[in-house]
C-alpha cells in the first residue's frame, strides 16, 4: 500500500510552490539523459514483473546537483513513467521541479540514502516477487550456487529489523545505516534496494538480482539440497563479472532504449 507524503505529518517540509521557481532550469543534457535513463527503467521493471500496483520508487542523484533527486511521483504506475514526470525533490520533502509529489516511503527512505550515503547516487527499490520471496525465509536470502549469483558475491547486507512501513526520518537513517559497504540491500519481510554509481549499473544488478532469486527459488522447490560454489571460486568469478560490469551495464541499458524507441517511443517525453 501507498502513502501519500502530505497527511504523515512528519518533519519534512511540503512543496512550496516559491522553492521551484527560484531554482534554475534543469535542462542539461546530462539531466535529460538520466531522465530517460531512470524512465527506461521504469518501464522494462513494469515489463518484467517487477512492479507493485503504484508503489515502489526508483531515485537517482540530479546529474549537477548533488543536494537533489529524481523520482517518481506517486499514484503512477511504472508503466506509465516518462522522462519529464519524474520530479525533482531535495532532501528535506521539497518538489523543486515536477507536478505531483513523492509517496511517503520514496521521500523517507531514498532520501535518507542518498545523503547518508553518498555513493549511493542511485537506489532502486522494488518488492520483486524473486527476491522478496528469499527475504521471508530463514538465514542469508541468497545462496552464491548460480553463475549469476556470484555477480554479487560479497555485495549483500540483510536488514534483519522490519519495523513496518519507513514513514519518519529515523526508519530512512536506520535502513542507510545498514547499508555498510554493500550495493544491495536485502530488507527482511519487505523487498531489495540496490545501490548504485549510475543507472546503467543499479539497473543492471537489479534485473540480475531478480533472475538469480528466480533460479534459487526454482532450485529450492526441487526440494533437494543447493550446492554453493566454494568461497574461492565465487571470489574468482565475482571479480571477473566486475570487471566487465560498467561496459555491459551501459550496452544492456542502450539495447533497453532501442526497444522502447520501437515500442514504447513516449517514454523519453
Given amino acids: 500500500m501507498a502513502h501519500s507524503l502530505k497527511p504523515t505529518g512528519q518533519s519534512a517540509s511540503m512543496p512550496d510552490d516559491r522553492l521551484r521557481h527560484n531554482r534554475p532550469a534543469f535542462d542539461s543534457d546530462a539531466v535529460l539523459q538520466a531522465r ?3 524512465a527506461a527503467c521504469f518501464r ?3 515489463r518484467l514483473g517487477m512492479h507493485e500496483g503504484i508503489c515502489n520508487h526508483f531515485s537517482a542523484v540530479l546529474p549537477g546537483h548533488d543536494d537533489l ?3 517518481n511521483p506517486y499514484g503512477y504506475a511504472f508503466s506509465e513513467v516518462t522522462a519529464s514526470s519524474l520530479l525533482i ?3 528535506h520533502g521539497n518538489v523543486v521541479d515536477g507536478e505531483g509529489e513523492p509517496e511517503a516511503t520514496a521521500f523517507y527512505i ?3 540514502m542518498h545523503e547518508n550515503v553518498p555513493r549511493a547516487r542511485v537506489a532502486l527499490h522494488t518488492h520483486m516477487p524473486y527476491a522478496t520471496a528469499l527475504t ?7 545462496v552464491f550456487a548460480g553463475q549469476t549469483a556470484l555477480k554479487f558475491y560479497g555485495r549483500t547486507v540483510l536488514d534483519e529489523d522490519y519495523n513496518g512501513l519507513a514513514l519518519d526520518t529515523d526508519e530512512g537513517d536506520r535502513i542507510a545505516a545498514t547499508v555498510g559497504d554493500a550495493d544491495i540491500v536485502f530488507m527482511r519481510h519487505h523487498g531489495v534496494m540496490v545501490l548504485g554509481r549510475s543507472i546503467a549499473e543499479a539497473w543492471d544488478d537489479l534485473y540480475y538480482l531478480e533472475r538469480a532469486c528466480e533460479v534459487q527459488c526454482l532450485a529450492m522447490s526441487t526440494g533437494r539440497p543447493i550446492i554453493p560454489v566454494s568461497p574461492e571460486v565465487a571470489r574468482l568469478t565475482a571479480a571477473q563479472m566486475q570487471g566487465e560490469d560498467e561496459q555491459s551495464a551501459r550496452m544492456h541499458l542502450e539495447s533497453m532504449h532501442r526497444i522502447l524507441e520501437r515500442q514504447e517511443p513516449d517514454y523519453r517525453d
Avoid at 136 to 142: A, I, R, S, V
Fill in 110 to 112: 531514498h532520501a535518507r
Fill in 36 to 38: 530517460r535513463d531512470l
Fill in 44 to 46: 522494462f521493471a513494469a
Fill in 89 to 91: 525533490c531535495d532532501f
Fill in 69 to 71: 533527486f529524481l523520482v
Fill in 136 to 142: 521471508m525465509t530463514e538465514g542469508e536470502p541468497l
